[in-house]
């Protein structure tokens, strides 16, 4: 069968989509050290740069709910990857060209963040158009490749960086540069369904008017708060709990957890038929606020590090499963569902963190007690699943796939 009629070829594209969200979310954090040595930059200014990659994420999701559906599938998956690729490359070249190394610095991450944005919002509602029983299991393996792909960025940076040294950060970037290249080009090939008409999904003004709506934004607000509420700070806290060097951290931390993640959206896919979604997902819930309790109030530093892997298992499946959920109750949401939800879901990404670090801070910098206020989100999301019961019943259910 040819690439043109083979959705296997969709499902692939989609998942190398998803590496290619992890190099542009992960690969500059590898050089803000070097960009502070190097240029000279303030490591306050630095640390604004994720700020830029996370609000120009935020309005890509906002414009794409308007215009997604219009421009179709296709062109916005071939331009994620374009603005991504553009942006890896100028990373290493605009630094040098513009009077403050800073502000070319922050262009390129402007255009790779809007590659990172579109990918968010388009490459979910591309696999679970795909003429596929198992859209659970489907949606969730996607989503393990992101996982997958930033272990992979940072293992495969570190080891670029010993053999052909720190100094080649931009010959390094310019190579991640290839996969959204390569993937572009696949794009144009695979053959794309759409979840609704192009053109003629559900409005924002629609969406915004439906109560159920709302309870999805809240589980995606609590999903992504949950996740990255423990995995910005694991490195933190295998450091101060553990008194290990940054690199032991960094892999004892962010890559244990998203390792545990990754395999857990995995396990999520192949038992995703066998269970109730809402009914699994209530579980996850359960395991995460279990987890953030380990990592309280264990006495022991190493189970508190297994406590983090335990949170990546248990957070794996709420970020797809919101997904499926939301095709189930809003079949004809279209993309414009799927946009404002990843934009509840950033914020979520950028709430759960932020919440943790103001607790910390005002409980004398005691980071485990600042961990501990992140549990009200899975607490908040069993209370939003439950409610989602009341408007699809097949929720509830397991799905019969003969």
């Known amino acids: 069968m040819s690439i043109k009629n083979d959705f296997r070829h969709t499902i692939a594209a989609s998942y190398i989509g998803y590496i290619t969200q992890a190099i542009v979310n992960n690969f500059a954090p590898l050089l803000f050290v070097t960009f502070h040595r190097t240029y000279g930059i303030s490591l306050s200014k630095i640390g604004l740069l994720v ?39 100028l990373l290493g070249i605009l630094p040098e060209l513009t009077p403050d190394p800073y502000i070319g610095i922050s262009i390129a991450v402007v255009i790779y963040a809007i590659g990172g944005g579109l990918t968010e919002v388009i490459i979910s509602p591309i696999v679970e ?7 659970g299991a489907a ?15 940072v293992l495969i940076s ?11 950060w931009k010959i390094i970037s310019a190579l991640w540069a290839v996969i959204p290249v390569c993937n572009a080009v696949y794009f144009c090939f695979v053959p794309i369904n759409s979840l609704a008409d192009e053109g003629k999904g559900m409005t924002i003004t629609a969406l915004l008017g439906e109560k159920v709506f709302w309870i999805l934004a809240l589980l995606m607000l609590c999903s992504g708060a949950s996740e990255l509420a423990m995995s910005q700070w694991a490195s933190a806290l295998a450091e ?48 995460c606020i279990v987890s953030y309790l380990l990592v309280t109030f264990s006495p022991f530093p190493p189970l508190s590090l297994a406590a983090c892997g335990i949170c990546g298992l248990s957070v794996a499946a709420m970020w797809p499963g919101t ?10 949401g279209g993309t414009t569902i799927f946009a404002l939800l990843a934009l509840a879901g950033d914020i979520g990404c950028s709430s759960g963190p932020t919440l943790v670090g103001f607790v910390s801070s005002g409980l004398k910098d005691n980071l485990k007690l600042g ?10 999301m069993i209370f939003a699943l439950l409610m989602c019961r009341k408007y699809d019943s097949s929720l509830n259910v397991v799905a019969d796939h003969k």
């Open 323 to 332: 997904f499926s959920i939301s095709s189930r109750i809003c079949p004809q």
């Open 139 to 153: 949606m969730s393996l996607l989503h393990s490749f992101y996982c997958w792909g930033s272990v992979l960025v």
């Open 129 to 135: 158009a795909c003429p596929t029983d198992k859209k």
């Open 158 to 168: 570190t080891l670029l960086f010993r053999l052909i040294g720190l100094d080649s």
């Open 51 to 89: 700020t830029i990659n996370f609000v120009t994420q935020i309005l890509v999701d906002l414009f794409s709910a308007k215009f997604t559906d219009r421009i179709g599938y296709r062109i916005n998956a071939v331009l994620a990857h374009i603005f991504a690729a553009v942006g890896l490359i």
């Open 240 to 287: 101060t709990g553990l008194h290990v060097s940054k690199t032991v951290g960094d892999l004892a931390g962010p890559c244990f957890f998203a390792i545990f993640m990754g395999s857990g959206r995995v396990f999520h896919a192949h038992v995703a038929e066998k269970f109730s979604l809402t009914g699994y997902l209530i579980g996850c819930a359960f395991l």
């Open 371 to 380: 961990l501990l206020s992140a549990i009200i989100f899975p607490i908040l």
